[in-house]
Each structure stands twice: as C-alpha cells, then as structure tokens.
C-alpha cells in the first residue's frame, strides 16, 4: 500500500521595508508601514538566530538565546517555514536603482542569513492512514502463514511419536497425549 503523504505550502510575499520620508506617508499608513518594518526587524532576528544555531556559532537554543519567534505574528506564521520540518525557499526582488541601494542591500542581507539556515527535513505521513498501512501489511502477512507460507499452514504439521497431529507443535509443547485433546 502506498504511504499517504501530508504537506503545507505557504507562499509569502514580504512587502518592502521603506523609510517613511521616502514615502511620504501619514496617519494609518505610517503606522502601518511602521508595523511591518517592526515585523521584517524581528523577522532579520529570527533568521539570523536560526542562521547561527545552523552555522554552529550557537551551541543550542536555551533561556538567553532562544529564537524569538513570539516577538511578531509573521515569525509566529512562518515558525515551521524557517526553522521547522520544511523545504523554504526565499526569492529576493532588489533593484539596481542608486535611490533603492539601502533596501537592496537589506535584502541581500536578509537573503544572505536566510540561506545559511539547515533544516532537516522528514516525510509527513499521516498517522492514522500509517496505522492503517501497517496493519493491512501486517494481515497480508498472517493470511500468507495461513496459507502455507509460515505458522499453522499444512507444510508445518508436526506428528509426535504416537502417530497423532500436532498443528506446529502445540499439543506436543502442552503434553497433551493421544486421546487427551481439549480434556480439562
């Protein structure tokens, strides 16, 4: 039986980080293009955590160094896409515009940290259909010793010395005698 596989995909699209005298914005702009530089900085320090435990410059994750993922709902979300069972990729847009040269090369760093984290990713397998494959393969298995292929079968009588049947052995390894069979 084939395995059932389970998988997530989460495409993200990360909007720019940009200094609000760039923009020109005001009221519910500016504090929302405040919120989302606050969540791409706590994004940066969350890759550049995962970026240093997968380098080996952290020895492990503990109370001092623990990745902040709480610190933001977007590291919240992306929790298991970083640092989790995943595959992640990380597409960087930069521009070679002079005028976009400090986003760009944000991104690049992003990019750069980004890169350097090692997950190791597993199958999922859901667990109830890994049960029910399991136990399928484990019925196939007894029907096949039933059938001749292993315990119980024709080809695994045995015939103690008094001449009667023993089905694989048992009345012989009971001391059951000839004439004795399911007396109590």
């Known amino acids: ?3 059932e596989k389970v998988a997530k995909i989460s495409l993200v699209d990360l909007a720019g980080s940009e200094r609000a005298n760039s923009t020109g914005a005001t009221g519910a702009r500016l504090k ?3 919120e989302i530089n606050r969540s791409l900085s706590t994004l940066g ?8 435990l997968s380098d080996g410059k952290k020895k492990k994750v503990g109370k001092g160094n623990q990745v902040p993922y709480r610190d933001s ?5 992306l929790k298991d896409s970083l640092g989790g069972n995943s595959m992640t990729a990380m ?3 930069i521009s070679p515009a002079d005028i976009n040269f400090d986003e760009t090369l944000s991104t690049l760093r992003y990019a750069d940290s980004a890169k350097r984290i090692k997950n190791h990713a597993v199958v999922n ?7 029910i ?3 399928k393969e484990e019925l196939a298995q007894l029907r096949g010793k039933l059938t001749g292929g292993g315990a119980g079968g024709p080809a695994d ?14 009345c012989c390894e009971e001391g059951l005698e000839s004439g004795n069979y399911g007396a109590t």
């Open 1 to 3: 039986m084939a395995m």
């Open 32 to 34: 929302e293009g405040a």
């Open 45 to 52: 320090r969350v890759i550049a955590a995962l970026a240093d």
């Open 73 to 77: 709902v977007l590291t919240w979300l």
């Open 91 to 93: 597409i960087a847009a």
């Open 125 to 131: 397998e859901d667990a109830n259909a890994r049960m």
């Open 133 to 135: 494959r399991e136990l």
């Open 157 to 170: 009588e045995v015939y103690a010395e008094d001449g009667h049947n023993c089905v694989s052995g048992w």
